[in-house]
């Protein structure tokens, strides 16, 4: 129960586990009042945290999943119901699975801001004062089996089902391969069902169900946008009223009837691929034929073009890494970008740099690189690429600086209203939890005894917590001298399965997750190895 402007914060290298039941469930609620803003905001900075069978109701932003100071993974948000907030859902800098949750009733729904990966599937949003979903920058967003509807009619800005902003991946499905259907409802939300603003990525979808009798069921606003295109859709009727689209999208093979799962939610099935002909490449083959345009006609749209597929399929992949390109990706942006930088390829691999080194948390050379978009770049994509360094700049606590780039972006973008207004609102926020922190640090060190005491008498591996598990577990270790630490996991045969870690550590107890999502069930072996102690543990994986 929270009072007034009080939250809670879960900081880094702290975890909370919040695990109700369907009968049974955690709420957090006011003692207060029953409107909006009747208290502060559940913070959670930290990865590896778990909100299952949870109620947030009358808060201010009910949970905010922020990665500080670094991205944050792993987050899972399962069955829980976000209700009449200011913000119901805002997940910033993150990796986050959201499956089978009901949002509703907020100000704004749900809002994402630069995450390396948010998969929401079997979630109902709806009744929002404004967008569904506003996902501001830098996003990927997989999309499935959910059901978006009746939001933005209480706003007074924007007021869509999705509404996909600079830089944004968005998966409503996937038409290109890998191929998988959205299952998604997405209907009779105020303006627009999906409204993509200037300077998108890329946005797919693939057999879903979007209509309304008013307004635009896609709006793609700049010219400069890639092509928006969709498969297999369900457009409220048939032929499809093309009245109802604007800009560049390609409409294919839509639906002729209504489906039968229209309105319902699933889970299970993100990412699942569909059938589809052997004729067509895998994203292996899509990648080296992309670079291959892009390498043959450098100057033209062409290239363009290709390297915004390119982008979209190595987005994708950034957590996983399974096409192998995330690690080199950016040297291969930053060599088009020294060739081609007076041209339109070279320009937009300026600004694919910064996502890179957003996701890489390298904030320091991610702001060098927008100023240096700033005076190459012109609008509608400049006004991106300013917005984006306001947030930046908070994430490297420079809120002076990031102040004076607000006030610019309010001076050359007067009639950006609702991102003028969103962007003040979060660096007002973030500013105040930022002192907040200070202030709550303040004079808290511990006196040399107490921090001697802290410090463990012997090298010790303990046992995983939890064990057994599925997928995550964590291990903690103490050491007690200044040393090289190595933890290997193994499995039974003895073959060396990963390194967790290895680099010299102080004095202290630490803690280290270990991810078995692409392992099989078994027992596991843990090992430490730190100067000459070594101990090994076992942990049993259970899927």
């Given at each position: 129960?929270?009072?007034?402007?009080?939250?809670?914060?879960?900081?880094?290298?702290?975890?909370?586990?919040?695990?109700?039941?369907?009968?049974?469930?955690?709420?957090?609620?006011?003692?207060?009042?029953?409107?909006?803003?009747?208290?502060?905001?559940?913070?959670?900075?930290?990865?590896?945290?778990?909100?299952?069978?949870?109620?947030?109701?009358?808060?201010?932003?009910?949970?905010?999943?922020?990665?500080?100071?670094?991205?944050?993974?792993?987050?899972?948000?399962?069955?829980?119901?976000?209700?009449?907030?200011?913000?119901?859902?805002?997940?910033?800098?993150?990796?986050?699975?959201?499956?089978?949750?009901?949002?509703?009733?907020?100000?704004?729904?749900?809002?994402?801001?630069?995450?390396?990966?948010?998969?929401?599937?079997?979630?109902?949003?709806?009744?929002?004062?404004?967008?569904?979903?506003?996902?501001?920058?830098?996003?990927?967003?997989?999309?499935?089996?959910?059901?978006?509807?009746?939001?933005?009619?209480?706003?007074?800005?924007?007021?869509?089902?999705?509404?996909?902003?600079?830089?944004?991946?968005?998966?409503?499905?996937?038409?290109?391969?890998?191929?998988?259907?959205?299952?998604?409802?997405?209907?009779?939300?105020?303006?627009?069902?999906?409204?993509?603003?200037?300077?998108?990525?890329?946005?797919?979808?693939?057999?879903?169900?979007?209509?309304?009798?008013?307004?635009?069921?896609?709006?793609?606003?700049?010219?400069?946008?890639?092509?928006?295109?969709?498969?297999?859709?369900?457009?409220?009727?048939?032929?499809?009223?093309?009245?109802?689209?604007?800009?560049?999208?390609?409409?294919?093979?839509?639906?002729?009837?209504?489906?039968?799962?229209?309105?319902?939610?699933?889970?299970?099935?993100?990412?699942?691929?569909?059938?589809?002909?052997?004729?067509?490449?895998?994203?292996?083959?899509?990648?080296?034929?992309?670079?291959?345009?892009?390498?043959?006609?450098?100057?033209?749209?062409?290239?363009?073009?290709?390297?915004?597929?390119?982008?979209?399929?190595?987005?994708?992949?950034?957590?996983?890494?399974?096409?192998?390109?995330?690690?080199?990706?950016?040297?291969?942006?930053?060599?088009?970008?020294?060739?081609?930088?007076?041209?339109?390829?070279?320009?937009?691999?300026?600004?694919?740099?910064?996502?890179?080194?957003?996701?890489?948390?390298?904030?320091e050379t991610a702001i060098k690189l927008s100023l240096n978009a700033l005076d190459c770049i012109a609008n509608p994509d400049r006004m991106g690429v300013m917005g984006n360094l306001v947030n930046l700049y908070t994430y490297s606590d420079q809120y002076d600086l990031a102040a004076d780039i607000l006030t610019q972006y309010k001076e050359q973008y007067k009639s950006d209203e609702a991102s003028i207004e969103f962007l003040s609102a979060s660096l007002a926020d973030k500013k105040e939890m930022y002192e907040l922190e200070k202030a709550l640090a303040k004079g808290t060190t511990p006196p040399k005894e107490e921090i001697a005491s802290l410090i463990p008498d012997k090298f010790k591996l303990y046992q995983a917590y939890p064990n057994p598990?599925?997928?995550?577990?964590?291990?903690?270790?103490?050491?007690?001298?200044?040393?090289?630490?190595?933890?290997?996991?193994?499995?039974?045969?003895?073959?060396?399965?990963?390194?967790?870690?290895?680099?010299?550590?102080?004095?202290?107890?630490?803690?280290?997750?270990?991810?078995?999502?692409?392992?099989?069930?078994?027992?596991?072996?843990?090992?430490?190895?730190?100067?000459?102690?070594?101990?090994?543990?076992?942990?049993?994986?259970?899927?």
């Amino acid at each position: 129960m929270m009072d007034g402007n009080y939250s809670i914060g879960i900081y880094d290298n702290t975890r909370l586990l919040a695990e109700g039941t369907e009968n049974d469930p955690i709420v957090f609620t006011s003692t207060n009042g029953t409107s909006r803003k009747s208290w502060g905001t559940l913070f959670v900075y930290s990865s590896y945290n778990i909100f299952k069978w949870c109620i947030v109701e009358y808060g201010d932003w009910g949970l905010k999943l922020y990665g500080y100071p670094d991205i944050a993974s792993n987050n899972i948000v399962e069955n829980c119901e976000f209700r009449n907030n200011d913000q119901g859902l805002r997940m910033e800098k993150n990796d986050v699975n959201v499956i089978s949750c009901n949002i509703h009733d907020n100000r704004h729904n749900v809002v994402t801001i630069n995450n390396a990966r948010i998969d929401m599937q079997g979630t109902r949003i709806y009744n929002g004062d404004r967008d569904g979903i506003y996902s501001s920058s830098g996003n990927l967003l997989n999309i499935y089996g959910s059901v978006i509807e009746n939001n933005g009619n209480g706003g007074t800005s924007t007021r869509n089902g999705i509404l996909a902003g600079y830089n944004d991946v968005i998966n409503i499905g996937r038409v290109n391969y890998p191929y998988w259907s959205g299952y998604n409802t997405i209907r009779n939300n105020y303006s627009s069902e999906v409204y993509a603003l200037s300077g998108i990525a890329q946005i797919q979808m693939m057999y879903n169900s979007v209509h309304d009798d008013d307004g635009y069921e896609l709006y793609n606003a700049s010219s400069s946008n890639p092509t928006i295109p969709t498969m297999f859709c369900w457009w409220g009727e048939a032929p499809p009223n093309y009245a109802q689209f604007y800009g560049n999208v390609s409409i294919m093979d839509e639906l002729e009837s209504q489906p039968t799962w229209e309105g319902q939610t699933s889970s299970g099935g993100l990412s699942k691929p569909v059938a589809v002909p052997a004729k067509y490449i895998s994203p292996e083959e899509q990648i080296v034929h992309l670079k291959n345009l892009i390498a043959t006609n450098p100057k033209t749209t062409q290239a363009d073009s290709a390297l915004v597929s390119l982008f979209s399929i190595v987005r994708s992949d950034y957590v996983d890494n399974q096409h192998q390109e995330r690690d080199d990706f950016y040297s291969y942006l930053s060599k088009l970008n020294d060739t081609y930088g007076k041209y339109s390829l070279g320009k937009r691999a300026l600004q694919y740099m910064i996502v890179w080194k957003m996701l890489a948390n390298e904030n320091e050379t991610a702001i060098k690189l927008s100023l240096n978009a700033l005076d190459c770049i012109a609008n509608p994509d400049r006004m991106g690429v300013m917005g984006n360094l306001v947030n930046l700049y908070t994430y490297s606590d420079q809120y002076d600086l990031a102040a004076d780039i607000l006030t610019q972006y309010k001076e050359q973008y007067k009639s950006d209203e609702a991102s003028i207004e969103f962007l003040s609102a979060s660096l007002a926020d973030k500013k105040e939890m930022y002192e907040l922190e200070k202030a709550l640090a303040k004079g808290t060190t511990p006196p040399k005894e107490e921090i001697a005491s802290l410090i463990p008498d012997k090298f010790k591996l303990y046992q995983a917590y939890p064990n057994p598990f599925n997928p995550v577990t964590q291990f903690g270790y103490a050491i007690p001298t200044k040393s090289q630490v190595r933890i290997d996991i193994y499995d039974l045969r003895g073959r060396l399965m990963e390194t967790l870690v290895n680099q010299v550590k102080e004095p202290g107890n630490y803690q280290v997750a270990w991810d078995a999502s692409k392992y099989p069930s078994g027992v596991y072996l843990y090992k430490i190895q730190a100067g000459t102690y070594t101990e090994t543990r076992k942990c049993l994986l259970i899927k």
